[in-house]
């Protein structure tokens, strides 16, 4: 699975991850940072569920969530969002094909 990433002008700081949820392994994203030490907070519900830092600008952190939770990115550089979903054969999940998608900013 492929996508085209837009221009790092066109990243952002705030980010609504929506869920899959008819895939009940729920989904996987990934957030690339524009710039050194960009602080991610990952926030599912009411709770945040990390604070991490990504130290150098091209660098990569993913994370996995329910396929019944909404959850928030911030971050305090721009950054990139993208969510997976898995495909049906994957840890056994009735639905879908494989799919990348990328996450607009708000």
């Known amino acids: 699975i492929s996508t085209q990433i837009p ?9 609504l991850l929506p869920p899959l949820t008819s895939r009940t392994n729920g989904q ?8 050194n030490n960009t602080i991610a907070e990952i926030k599912c519900g009411t709770n945040v569920n990390e604070i991490v830092v990504l130290s ?6 993913q ?3 329910n396929s019944n939770e909404y959850c928030t990115v911030l971050t305090n550089n ?11 054969d994957y840890l056994n ?14």
């Open 56 to 61: 150098n600008d091209g660098d990569i952190h």
């Open 78 to 88: 721009p950054s990139y969002v993208a969510e997976y979903g898995f495909g049906r």
């Open 63 to 65: 994370f996995d969530t």
């Open 28 to 35: 996987r994203y990934k957030i690339i940072a524009s710039e």
């Open 7 to 15: 221009p790092t002008v066109n990243w952002g700081n705030s980010f």
């Open 93 to 106: 999940d009735g639905y879908g094909d494989p799919l990348l998608m990328t996450i607009p900013p708000l």
